[in-house]
């Protein structure tokens, strides 16, 4: 089957492996630029079959080109997702699945097991969820929660600092206006201290997070490289054709014209230069040299984005519990009804540094109460910090990562609501 055909063909109604929307752009697409010619794409899989076989095509097909660790797959007919998965029912298992086996086959060279290891059948990274995404330009309703959960300010002797616990990192146009509230009164105490509690976020928004790192920074910063995002080999030089058949859309949910005709995810700039992101300070806080951050096995994706990019430039120290360790993102793909988000891109902080797939460690081990009252300096967690901070607790030199401190026979860590956390990238730059 040639990829585009197994979506194009109008006889067979079953073939809806991408979904009836999609195929009026890609048509229309096609029409009007030559340099788009589908007949010359590879054969690659069968050109009849079921809904659901042409939907585990579909899983496997777009993970070939777009998952991070794509250089691990095998070949379609190798791989064979319609021999391995099509009894398995309901048809939602059986695709879960797949997604789950496609995941495993990367190994991480420092623990010897999978990227993605997992004891519970679902990829620590990677998912599926009923339900659509937006499109290319926009991924709203997949981050649900509060931005800021608690702010106070704490005078502790002569010291001033700041203290604010970030629930996640919803849509940015929800978030700004707290955001920018909360941290512009922190700016008229000038602190030099910051006590940032991501103890219970699990990430959501790359641009959120971002704009947090830029409310923080001071104006000096501006310019300076904040993190990149690295997509693989195939994305980068633009091979990923499959992306074809999705719609590029900007942040109001509609098509954009490129180059006379529809934008499609194959248009965007993959490139590591393309996807390099710089400091824009925001708002009036410019004084915070020391960054206490508050962690646990529930701090993950963005959030732990946001610990990565401040370390090159601030006095970071980690107090409670190891992180969940996801430096890895993604963005949506519609295959039918179903969300598929495949890790797709690496984050790299300003030092290059990305390696914390099994967490990050804390410098000071603390182990605080399962719902904890947030932004009281007796809270165990914050009157840590606040010890650390008037030098009456000291951290003990911390070691280089090494295979021996993560204990890999422990029970990986799982997050409360897979479906709910991530790192999602909504802002897909096309090519210029």
């Keep these: 089957m040639k990829i585009c055909n197994c979506i194009l063909n109008p006889v067979n109604k079953l073939i809806n492996a991408i979904c009836l929307s999609l195929l009026l752009v890609i048509c229309g697409g096609c029409k009007k630029d030559k340099q788009i010619n589908i007949d010359d794409e590879e054969v690659v899989s069968p050109t009849t079959g079921t809904r659901a076989e042409f939907t585990l095509d579909s899983i496997f097909l777009y993970a070939t080109q777009v998952y991070l660790w794509n250089d691990a797959l095998s070949g379609y007919n190798n791989f064979n997702p319609r021999g391995k998965y099509i009894d398995i029912k309901p048809e939602l298992s059986a695709f879960k699945r797949e997604l789950f086996d496609i995941s495993q086959f990367k190994l991480n060279p420092v623990t010897n097991r999978p990227f993605e290891f997992s004891n519970y059948g679902t990829a620590k990274y990677s998912f599926l969820q009923t339900g659509r995404t937006a499109g290319g330009g926009t991924r709203a309703g997949i981050v649900t929660g509060e931005a800021v959960l608690a702010s106070r300010m704490i005078q502790s002797g002569d010291k001033i600092i700041a203290y604010v616990a970030l629930g996640s990192f919803p849509a940015l146009n929800s978030a700004k206006p707290k955001l920018n509230q909360v941290f512009d009164e922190m700016a008229t105490y000038k602190p030099k201290y910051l006590v940032l509690d991501l103890r219970s976020n699990g990430g959501g928004y790359v641009e959120t997070a971002e704009y947090v790192a ?67 300070k925001q708002g009036n806080l410019e004084t915070i040299q020391n960054i206490y951050v508050i962690v646990s096995g529930q701090t993950a994706s963005a959030s ?49 540094w990305s390696d914390y797939f099994n967490g990050m460690e804390p410098n000071l081990n603390v182990v605080g109460a399962s ?12 009157k840590s910090a606040l010890a650390a901070i008037d030098g009456k607790i000291q951290f003990a030199p911390q070691k280089s990562a090494s295979i ?29």
């Design 371 to 382: 719902n904890p009252d947030l932004g009281n300096p007796e809270e165990l967690c914050l």
């Design 214 to 280: 830029n409310l923080i920074a001071p104006g000096t910063l501006n310019g300076k490289t904040m993190y990149s995002e690295q997509f693989n080999t195939t994305l980068q030089s633009g091979k990923a054709t499959i992306l074809r058949h999705q719609p590029y859309l900007d942040e109001t949910g509609k098509a954009v014209m490129y180059n006379g005709r529809l934008a499609t995810l194959a248009d965007v700039d993959y490139t590591e230069a393309g996807n390099t992101y710089k400091f824009n």
């Design 404 to 432: 021996s401190k993560l204990n890999l026979n422990t029970t990986p860590m799982v997050l409360k609501d897979q479906n709910q956390i991530g790192m999602l990238e909504n802002r897909l730059k096309l090519k210029h």
């Design 304 to 352: 732990e984005l946001l610990i990565s990019c401040l370390k090159p430039y601030f006095n970071v120290k980690l107090i409670g519990e190891r992180t969940y360790g996801k430096p890895v993102g993604f963005f949506g793909i519609n295959i039918d009804q179903y969300a598929v988000y495949l890790s797709s891109f690496l984050i790299k902080n300003a030092n290059g």
